[in-house]
DNA sequence: TGTTTTTATGGGATCGTTCCCATGCCTTTA
DNA sequence: TAAAGGCATGGGAACGATCCCATAAAAACA
């Protein structure tokens, strides 16, 4: 079924037909309603394939994320396709699982499809190797609107959006310093990737700023992405070795969970023997009442600014290049009030 | 850049370039290499569309899911995308936000996109209204294979690949009524809904079996999605009327959470003052200790089986009709084994 | 009433592939 | 040495839309 087809029955062209569905002026009304009735006595939908293939553009949206899995990227799409899903924009969803081959092979395939934007989190983009490399040349060339998400990449020319890590982590640690806090401890993520440095670089700051020194035994790094048992057993050592920062600060909601549940084995208990503040929430923070300090990130929101400032540059794409910040709520718990 | 240039680069017709791409047999090895070279140098990807137009198909395949915010829904495209990343096929998303409307669009669109198979966990389709209908109706003159995930649809003719919702309520009610309970509650999700009414028979059955009545006064019906705060006021009521069931049946994780967060704060103890288990893993479950037994749903290999199902109908077309019923794992908690 | 302008419609080229068919060359075989 | 077969290659129709241009009919104006 074809709009030859839709035509021949309606005993018109196929230029009228055409007419019709794409809502142009100068169409007789007796001919769209003609047309009209055949289309929807028969169902008919043109082809995409055929329309892309004519008008040079697909309507589609691309998603390159790390993983789907876990609340954080699921609520990122989330965001994103309330917001599309009122615009033309499909979304063509790809997971790179942080392998840069994938990356690399997800961006061959939106080139393939031909797709009007990109929404991006980079897992490699950051690092100084032949695939991050070819990762930024590639949306170099692609002449499409870019918005990175939650991770930029190196002399980043694109669009993004942020969750406010520096500032974030700042917050937070000033909380456990305007405490009165000396010895203060931080596990954090891989500082080779940008979110993992922003993060560290906003602790240290805060540290300096109220003249207080790093304790490099109290500063553990975690691989990325990081698991939760890796956490626990690091957690465990730095129990036993019997020397413990007053308070810490955690890098990520995976981060807060394996810690959690290496103190809370040893009996070391939260909000006295250490206080505790990080990065993300965690559902069983609302359920039981474990003192336990946390930034917020919107992840719904993350995937909703992204996506409408795709939007904002598909209607008018030669504006300029615009960063945003999604700020994080700090939720203090009682013992750090 | 099309196939038309790099022919005339490689001084060779667009059939040559076509046949190489598709690595025919019968080319030249040289005209081959030749050909190669220039691809590679110029970094020539074929457009999609104008392949798909003339294939006549498009090597995507349709993903619609009510949501992609939370684990169940997030883990389960990533089971997906899992399978599909070493295949041809790249996954168009659609999310329905639960409404009949999204959903119906969302036929539209991976119609009009001609994808080659379709993923669906519908939220509509079991409904008897004029909306299901029509969804049950498109499905079946798509003429692609479908494969649905975790929901079924009324009368259905499609693969399917289920959670075993029904047996594992009746495992686990029976763990409580091995146990020497008598007075056992429920609380369910809408049972207008497959996966509502599924458990709701499995409770029933094993109840049944054991010849144990059912007390309607611990019967609760939560309406589909289920919001944390809701089930937690409909707690505190219960609570609130003195008269508790020893045991308690919770139809999901969100109904799971909200109890908890009620029976927590009146000071109700679980594991002692009643006995809950339910569908659905909780995060907070393994950082502190709390008694709760539960029914893990391996949402990922939902995924994975329903990418295979399709791939494989993909291959066979003529294949039998096939359903998956993915176990789920039953968690019991100290006080129950 | 004749000329110009506006409006509605149809015809055909085009987008970038695939794939069938034709052609010419090289090899094999009687 | 001529006929038959296999192999590498090129040419052109087809896929199903869009969109420009031509044209006919209707409306406006002198």
Redesign the interface.
Known sequence: MTIRDIAALAGVSKSTVSRVLNNSPNVDEKTREKVMRVVREK?F??????Q??SRQY?N?IG?ILP?????F???I??GI??TL?NTPY??????T?NKAE?EIRAL??L????VSGILLTSSSGFYENDDAYKIRQTLE?FNVPVVLIDRTLKSSKWDGVYSDNSTGAYVATEALLKKGFKKIGAYISDTSLSIGSSRYKGFIQALSDYHIPIMEEFIITEKYPASMQDVYWKTCELIKSGNLPEAIFLGNGIIA?GF??GI?EKGIVPGKDIHCVGFDY???????N?PYSYLERNS?LLGETAANSLLKSLSNPSGLRQEYIIPSTLHLDKTLQ
Do not use: H
Not at 45 to 50: E, F, K, L, T
Not at 67 to 71: H, K, N, P, T, V
């Open positions: 169902d939908i043109p082809s995409a394939m055929a892309g293939l697909a589609t998603v993983e789907a899995g876990g609340s990227f699921g609520n799409i989330q396709n309330e899903i499909t979304i063509l969803l790809c997971c699982e994938y061959d395939t080139r393939q499809q031909k060339n969970n959690y549940k809370l965690s559902e069983f923070l609302d359920i039981i474990l719904k």
